[in-house]
């Protein structure tokens, strides 16, 4: 497609045309001087600025101080907790020292029912061996008797 030449536009074979000296003078800008704020304003926005950098560094401040106060009272409830641990690990550590203590001192006793424990079942032993002989003996008398 080819473009159309319009009135802004310059036809397709024909180069621009450099702008002429009296045309740069009415397209160019001026540049206005830079006017610093009046001093009053400089001054205010700085204690403005100023006041808010406190206000924020207060508040950063005021959360450090919580958060390590928090800390502390974590770390304090910590040792309490440790410090019952502890003592709930001794009172174990005694009750185990008592215990066998208790278990030493009737070692003996065990012994002595685990000594009556194995005469017990050797007299049942003999209980049933004197029990079949009595049976045998009993069954040639009764023999003998029928002769």
Request: hydrophobic share 35%; charged share 30%; glycine share 2%.
């Amino acid at each position: 497609m080819a473009e159309q030449e319009g009135p802004d536009k310059p036809p397709l074979n024909e180069q621009p045309v450099a702008p002429s000296a009296s045309q740069d003078d009415a397209t160019v800008e001026t540049a206005e001087e830079a006017v610093e704020p009046p001093e009053a304003d400089i001054n205010e926005l700085c204690r403005d600025m100023f006041s808010k950098m406190a206000l924020y560094l207060t508040g950063e401040l005021t959360t450090t101080s919580e958060d390590y106060k928090l800390l502390e009272n974590m770390n304090k409830l910590t040792s309490l907790k440790y410090m019952e641990m502890k003592d709930i690990a001794g009172n174990i550590s005694r009750n185990l020292k008592d215990l066998n203590k208790k278990y030493a001192s009737l070692q003996p006793y065990l012994e002595q029912i685990n000594q009556i424990e194995e005469q017990v079942a050797s007299l049942e032993n003999a209980a049933y061996k004197l029990d079949a002989y009595s049976k045998r003996l009993e069954a040639k008398f009764k023999k003998l008797e029928k002769r």
